[in-house]
């Protein structure tokens, strides 16, 4: 079992919570793979938050674009963040805009290494 805090200390909440269960079968060296490839591509909270600040100053839509929702991105683009309202209701909501992106970027990380090391060199049909 992988100890999740030393190989990624920056989690928090309930994102460490549910890392914490995809990593609980790991053994150490897929935990290690799993945390670089995670770490690399996960979003953080406070980088949505400021993202979603700049919508007041007339860029509107770029956390969107960020966790990849290009529609709502041009959207909010184009409506000046749904009148602001959207945005509004995205800086509420910022941390779970990031958990949510966090998670499927953790499944899409998971099913990765598994189908690397299941058609790795050892791989036998």
Same mark, same amino acid.
């Given at each position: 079992? !992988?100890?999740?805090?030393?190989?990624?200390?920056?989690?928090?909440?309930? @994102?460490?919570?549910?890392?914490? &269960?995809?990593?609980? *079968?790991?053994? @150490?060296?897929?935990?290690?793979?799993? /945390?670089?490839?995670? #770490? /690399? #591509? #996960?979003?953080?909270a406070q980088?949505?938050?400021?993202?979603?600040?700049?919508?007041?100053?007339?860029? !509107?839509?770029?956390? #969107?674009?960020?966790? &990849?929702?290009?529609?709502?991105?041009?959207?909010?683009?184009?409506?000046?963040?749904?009148?602001?309202? &959207?945005t509004?209701?995205?800086?509420? *909501?910022?941390?779970?805009? /990031?958990?949510?992106? *966090?998670?499927?970027? /953790?499944? @899409?990380?998971? *099913?990765?290494?598994?189908?690397?090391?299941?058609?790795?060199?050892?791989?036998? @049909?």
């Amino acid at each position: 079992m !992988a100890n999740v805090l030393r190989h990624l200390p920056e989690l928090e909440g309930m @994102e460490l919570g549910y890392i914490q &269960g995809l990593m609980k *079968n790991m053994d @150490e060296d897929q935990a290690s793979l799993f /945390a670089q490839v995670y #770490r /690399a #591509r #996960r979003k953080d909270a406070q980088m949505i938050l400021i993202l979603t600040l700049l919508g007041f100053f007339g860029f !509107a839509g770029l956390h #969107r674009f960020i966790l &990849g929702q290009i529609g709502l991105g041009i959207l909010y683009i184009l409506t000046v963040g749904l009148c602001f309202i &959207g945005t509004i209701v995205d800086l509420v *909501n910022y941390k779970s805009l /990031a958990y949510e992106y *966090n998670i499927k970027v /953790a499944h @899409e990380t998971i *099913n990765m290494l598994s189908t690397s090391f299941d058609m790795g060199p050892d791989h036998k @049909e």
